[in-house]
């Protein structure tokens, strides 16, 4: 069964996670506390094109890595170009020529990663867009699905990529989906709302659709089901990043100047990180 608590790390990091992921894996959402950024990134932004100071960046950075477990293997970062595509790279290996060739096409673009090897944290970036991290015996996928990458259904290519590298059944999975914004602050054009009902259903808007309120988070737990992964093995967050600025950062209410919260992930061959749990997810 999939599930989120919220969980407090060393040095202030807060995090969204599941101490019980399938495959060993170690992820998190983070949250903005804990960094060491300014005005207007204030706290832990991990995103290093939004104009922020690199030096800060990078200790947030590193912060974050520490929280997982990842210290020992932070070099080998896959850090994607993230293009609002639905490109998906794979990571087989840790070292050499495969390794070498997964970085060269995530910085080509990619909006998704599939990792089966061990010591290699993935870490992406959001700020409205919806995170989503897919846990599988012997590796993980991390996910950025905006709206052109859920239409796209890249969630659901993503969890199908996974299931093939690791071997497993797509009801194996388990699909754990992050801080995004939520419909109800969501309006988009007449045009996007109709696309989304008719690869989705009508469940996808907020109300009626002449609203045009938008739930990507609906769109990206439809591609997941259609995948194969099982409603239980499903979680989510389930608070929007427009709405709670004081723990997430939202390109919408902060008007496009604002820094980024991170989904990541590795199988680790360090020991398991010691969490402080917290009350509220």
Known sequence: ??????????????LLADTCAAGGVTFAFTERAGGVSKAPFTGLNLGDRCGDDPAAVAENRRRALAAIGASGCAQRLVSPHQVHGDNVVIVREATGAGYAQAVFEACSGADAVVCTASDVPVLMCFADCVPVVICAPGGFSVVHSGWRGSIARICQKAAGVLASETGC???????????????VDYEVSSQLIGDFVREFGAGVCVGVPERRKLSLSYAVACALTDAGVTRGNLAFVGVSTAASTDRFYSYRAEKG????HAALAVMSTSPAPVWEPLDNV
Do not use: K, N, Q
């Open 169 to 183: 059944a797509p009801s194996d999975l388990m699909a754990y989906v992050g801080p995004c914004i939520g419909g």
């Open 257 to 260: 100047t604002c820094g980024r």
């Open 1 to 14: 069964m999939a599930s989120l608590s919220r969980y407090r790390a060393e040095g202030g990091v807060t």
